[in-house]
């Protein structure tokens, strides 16, 4: 990449001055407050997204219509001015691709934008700090001893010890995060760094539990490349694909020395928004101490699965073997000799199955609906490879570059952008799925073809990336059944079509509820229905009822509930959106305001 | 920086043409054994520096006659080849300065040559890695979790558990480290990325101990961009100044997920070479358990200073108040109301007395002789800034090309590189120095007046960089005594001017021993001596002593005792030298012929 100074030296090209030009006219109408005028930039099918910077929110608009009328919602008060390209900008195919930064009253920002016959077919803007709350880092990290005598001065330690007492006991956080995992830690370290006062509730005796106390065959499916947590990368001895306990280790030392607010042995039994003060009552059980946090915000980061899926079946009562769900399956230690059948076809399940027959139990996965298998190789090869590998850290993209890029792509087309890697991938392992297929193993791509991503983002489930069990299937040393399952006998649960599988475990790998469940155990159903549906984009493809949000739903972004809010996903979406939930959450800690502009609404009630 | 493929444009400028000739014609001699041709290129005053590529030793030769007889001894065994510039070569003041890398029969490494009237002044070589034993790293990182299933397969953690069960009882390590600081865990890291079976040895409960054990207001006086460990790089977020907890949770952290065989609370307490086997037999005692261990290897990493110095003057015995080593001082608390003299005017001194004065104790600094001070802003701006510092990192001078600029320092005339830097200083801080005079406190510069790293080079003493006690002196809030210590009486202590000093408690600030000292202790006087002196250039300046080795004295290289080495210094030296440690450990580990070049003789056995 060239520096800005190199683009200064007059050897500027067609692209970059096209670009150049189109942010200055773009910003010249925003700063006469003209929207109109600004939209008609806009190419007829266009994307802006937004995140926080303009509105507030996480927030797509479509076609100049939108973004007019975002604009004239949000520009007397956003005040967008100092747009400026970061680099050349490049021509591909038509199309041009700039990056820039700009500022707003409050903040500063960075974005990407894709020119099409002189407009802009998609425009990112992403929030990226705010003005007079920057992070303490660089040139502006703390000292750590001030060079100076002082009878007052207290060590980094007893500053430290003095938050750890005081912090949810004489001084209230402003935050409380629910879960500690992967997602609730990222969250944790940025508003650690944020100054924001955050206390992180976690059930589990230590940080990387969450991992350590799952099956021991688990690895992550993710490759390390897009895994890394903010401000401490995993070295570059980093396995490709982290070992659970491994990762446990990895979180749980993180969360030593970013010094978050980690109260393990610690469950929030139940919350209540104050009206009055204006804060939520949150009663947790620390180790035994009940006590209440008050905090201003609340977030929801217990994983983006809420509670487990467990089909009512009749007669399990008569059942004479062992039932549990994904979450529980304890590994594969102790059915050496059993007969088992795993209920669901997705990653769980293959992980399962793979673990059980690998000491030498007796296995039978019941597909209910087809799944999107995809190879390791080519999930690394075609689907990341060119933003999260080797090749792409060679090629100059880092990880904060590859978030950016893949944040710049609208949900209404990442399917568009999606297919043609499927489309290969499908070519390149024809044999592989063909042979899953004589195996009685039901394959899909996507409603549209779309595969692992879009599954992912619609649905959060559909998919295998397979490590190992898809082999297992294709020579039958796994067997597969197909069809719903109905009901118990004594030893042996049956399904629609009447075939009898015997059992002496039954495992259900079914999956996990919206995570509003997790806000009705907590506050109440009412609330949870208020909140409305987590996760899904409203694409209207299966598990993902429409509307169009266009957005995940109530991640990330203000919810129909006042300062409550949802945060995870995986490690990349742990990493790249705690930064927008953290600076939403800075600016409340601040009283900045915050006007939402096209707050979701809320279409399904279920939890 | 421009890449390469930058350079083969057609566009190459004089310098880097000049770079690149020089190079080719050196390795054209060097292929054709011609080790007088190749000396001839060389400048009648010049130095070769050789970081184990040439001489499987640390090594500096001087001049035609010492590169001719370096290459005679080495050519026809090295093998030297591929000699590339790996960027443009630059011009300044008449020297060209050029980055390459080259290969030999068994290694790759790296150099930078400096030119002048055609020759090379500077030259150092430095090997990077060996052959078929590289690191597994980006590419070639370990996959994690094979995807594929195996009944036989061992899970990450399975296959850790058993080497943490097995190694150092069913297996023996190759390479024994004594002392788990900073040192201990950066050569420790190194080696488990090389595969070279090692446990490090480490008397205190918990890795980072040394550093929390200490007084509690000790921070690095060292900033952290000088400070970084291999692998994992502190965050753009971490202070300036690690306070001394902090870096502890950062070392232990650190040992965890690197993955290293840290033993604590175990002692080592004899060792003993047996000739019949070619190992060493170490005592330990691990947590009530005594074992021995038998590497091939074994690594004093115990400090780079040896055990503490005492003076040994009469009537402490009658006197009634407390007398400590600075190693052992607990920190002010408890001393708030008592007169303490500090004996000795370095760093620990000047620590020591600024938090017993912050407490509110009476304090009188003994200083036996003059003392550089430096104060920490010109320490950051001047003596470090162009390499170790946040515009260092903004100028592309990342920690590996900061270290390999600093190692391309030969030290016979380094201290003509650090001497205007100390001009500078002293005229900056002038008022500064006149104060301290003034309050009747000794400065100096060094002998030749070269400032801060040559003292730390030479000696490792002599030095304060000033955290807050000068201005303390300054003020007279800290008393300051000149003269020798030569007895107690019953409530005080006497200088040789007979000056009595009252006092509760006397710390003594007096450094420590040589660290053969250890070797003494564990092995036995005459292993000592035969190893001799470890640290100094023998620059025959004081606490120096001569000849000239023109290397630091057996440290990160073979010394007089086979298979006995020292590794340690500070942060910057462990993460930078522990890599040529663990490359000739290495090679020994794999039985790669390693014919020692120029190693050192010891011509002061003193412990």
Not at 368 to 385: I, N
Not at 461 to 485: H, K, M
Not at 550 to 566: I, S
């Amino acid at each position: 990449m060239s520096s800005p100074e190199q683009m200064s030296d007059g050897d500027i090209d067609q692209a970059t001055e096209t670009a150049q030009t189109y942010l200055e006219e773009l910003e010249d109408a925003m700063r006469r407050e003209d929207a109109a005028a600004a939209a008609e930039m806009f190419c007829a099918e266009s994307y802006w997204r937004d995140l926080v910077a303009f509105t507030w929110n996480i927030k797509t608009v479509e076609n100049p219509s939108g973004v007019e009328d975002m604009l004239e919602e949000t520009l007397a008060h956003i005040g967008p001015s100092g747009f400026e390209l970061t680099e050349p900008a490049e021509e591909e195919d038509g199309i041009i691709t700039a990056w820039f930064t700009f500022e707003t009253e409050v903040g500063r920002g960075e974005g990407v934008v894709r020119l099409k016959d002189g407009g802009a077919w998609t425009f990112l803007t992403a929030l990226t700090e705010l003005k007079g709350h920057e992070e303490p880092k660089g040139r502006d990290r703390p000292i750590g001893a001030e060079p100076v005598a002082d009878p007052d001065r207290k060590t980094w330690t007893e500053r430290r010890e003095e938050e750890l007492e005081n912090l949810g006991y004489t001084e209230q956080p402003h935050t409380v995060i629910v879960g500690g995992g992967q997602g609730g830690i990222a969250l944790g370290a940025r508003l650690r760094q944020l100054g924001v006062p955050t206390i992180i509730v976690e059930k589990n005796d230590r940080p990387g539990d969450s991992w350590r106390n799952r099956y021991k065959g688990l690895a992550l499916h993710d490759p390390v490349w897009y895994d890394h947590l903010p401000y401490i990368k995993f070295p570059d001895n980093w396995p490709v694909f982290s070992p659970k306990d491994k990762l446990g280790d990895w979180l749980e030392m993180y969360t030593r020395v970013m010094e978050l607010n980690y109260w393990s042995k610690t469950e929030a039994t139940s919350a209540q928004y104050d009206e009055e003060t204006g804060t939520w009552e949150v009663e947790v059980n620390r180790d035994g101490e009940e006590l209440v946090l008050r905090p201003q915000e609340l977030v929801m980061a217990t994983g983006m699965s809420g509670k487990p899926n467990v089909p009512d079946l009749s007669g399990e009562e008569r059942f004479s073997g062992e039932v549990h769900h994904s979450s529980e399956h304890p590994g594969p230690e102790g059915y050496e000799d059993k007969s088992v059948v795993v209920v669901g076809s997705n990653n769980s399940a293959h992980d399962i199955c793979e673990g059980l027959w690998e000491v030498g139990a007796d296995v039978t996965m019941v597909q209910r609906s087809s799944t999107h298998v995809l190879k390791t190789d080519s999930l690394l090869e075609h689907a990341l490879g060119d933003l999260y590998s080797e090749r792409a850290v060679e090629n100059g993209i880092d990880t904060h570059r590859a978030d950016m890029i893949f944040a710049s792509l609208p949900y209404r087309i990442m399917n568009e952008f999606q297919k043609p890697i499927y489309d290969t991938v499908r070519e390149i392992d024809a044999d592989f799925y063909e042979a899953l297929e004589d195996a009685g193993f039901m394959i899909d791509f996507g409603p549209d073809e779309s595969g692992l991503f879009m599954k992912y983002l619609r649905r959060g489930s559909g998919y295998y990336i397979d490590t190992g069990a898809s082999q297992l299937i294709i020579d039958g040393e796994v067997a597969v059944a197909r069809g719903q399952v109905t009901e118990f006998t004594e030893d042996a649960i049956l399904l629609e079509d009447g075939t009898e599988l015997p059992a002496d475990l039954v495992v259900y790998a079914t999956g996990y509820g919206s995570m509003n469940g997790w806000v009705a155990g907590l506050m109440d159903e009412e609330t949870a229905r208020q909140a409305g549906k987590v996760w899904g984009l409203g694409s209207d493809t299966p598990k993902d009822p429409g509307p169009w949000e266009g957005e995940q739903r109530n991640m990330w972004k203000p919810t129909q509930v006042e300062q409550l809010w949802f945060h995870g996903g995986n490690l990349h979406q742990s990493r790249h959106y705690s930064l927008y939930l953290a600076l939403q959450l800075k600016a409340r800690y601040e009283e900045i305001p915050t006007p939402v502009y096209g707050r979701q609404e809320v279409h399904h009630e279920g939890i």
